[in-house]
């Protein structure tokens, strides 16, 4: 998907005047590219056996979850700060984030490491789950379709000021529901990980808006009161300080062994949502499927004797 993105940005911006038009070419085409290739699999595997489309549709399900990603880089993190080695941490964390990292102390890269792993619960995670549940494998595949063109277009510099206001936007727009659906997922994780729920419930309250990101926020803010740490606040992006407002109270100093926490309660989330995400479905197909056996049945006992009478 980067791959795509990244070639319909070279193509239209020779070939276009407008940024802002460019920019939902860009936007049109990798998402059609994306879903049109994961249909083309589903449906090719599908074409030589059922069981192959079922197989193939949990495949592009599975690619567009991000859990296992995440841990591992922010694992490379955690592992550079305890063998005191910053620097390998500053070029683990600039993995994972947008911001500048060259200049960040410890505590300034455990604190990038924690919001990213808590942001990307909700678009690593629960809205990829969210859409496959609703709209099944090519609706998960379209939302990674999105989220890849946020992370790469979405910034707020001259380059891509108008050019990823779209990918931006419409990033927003779908975040929306998954996130607040999925965000309380974090709280009881507080609850069972052995943290403080009652302070994750009321610093999310408090400044889960604390952020440009109209969901970043929350995840972030709800991670922040569990632990009882500080995050947000200014940082550096493309050589230019940016002034962010903090989220959560400074109750102790943020360490590393917080950026291990942080991965505990958002798998822990992850679990709970994803039962939850299956539950539901289960229910909603019972539902479906059974009154339609019911009368498809009755239908059929019905017909019998007047096929028997009529002859």
């Given amino acids: ?176 529901i998954p996130c607040r659906l999925s965000v309380p997922f974090l709280v009881l994780a507080a609850c069972v990980t052995g943290h403080s729920p009652r302070s994750a419930f009321r610093i999310l309250r408090r400044d889960g808006r604390n952020h440009a990101s109209p969901n970043a926020g929350l995840p972030e803010a709800a991670v922040a009161g569990a632990l009882q740490v500080q995050l947000g606040g200014p940082s550096s992006y493309f050589g230019k300080l940016v002034k962010k407002p903090t989220i959560g109270d400074a109750v102790r100093v943020i360490c590393p062994r917080d950026i291990r926490r942080t991965i505990h309660i958002v798998s822990v989330a992850t679990i709970a949502f994803l039962a939850c995400a299956i539950s539901l479905r289960f229910i909603a197909v019972q539902n479906s499927l059974f009154p339609t056996k019911r009368v498809a049945a009755e239908a059929s006992h019905t017909a019998a004797p007047a096929a028997v009478e009529a002859k």
């Fill in 1 to 176: 998907m980067g791959k795509v993105a990244a070639g319909f940005e070279r193509m239209l911006r020779q070939r276009l005047r407008s940024e802002f038009v460019a920019g939902i070419g860009a936007v049109l085409g990798t998402i059609g590219i994306s879903v049109g290739a994961a249909f083309l699999l589903i449906q090719g595997a599908e074409n030589l056996h059922p069981a192959l489309g079922d197989v193939a549709s949990v495949y592009c399900i599975y690619t567009c979850i991000a859990l296992r990603d995440l841990r591992e880089h922010a694992k490379r993190v955690y592992k550079a700060l305890d063998a005191d080695t910053l620097d390998s941490a500053r070029h683990a964390v600039s993995m994972i984030v947008g911001r500048d990292t060259d200049d960040l102390d410890e505590s300034a890269v455990t604190k990038a490491t924690i919001e990213s792993v808590a942001e990307s619960f909700v678009d690593g995670v629960a809205a990829p789950l969210f859409y496959a549940m609703l709209l099944g494998p090519l609706g998960a595949v379209a939302y990674r379709a999105i989220n890849t063109l946020d992370s790469m277009f979405g910034y707020r510099n001259e380059r891509y000021r108008r050019f990823g206001w779209v990918a931006a936007k419409l990033d927003d727009c779908v975040n929306y």
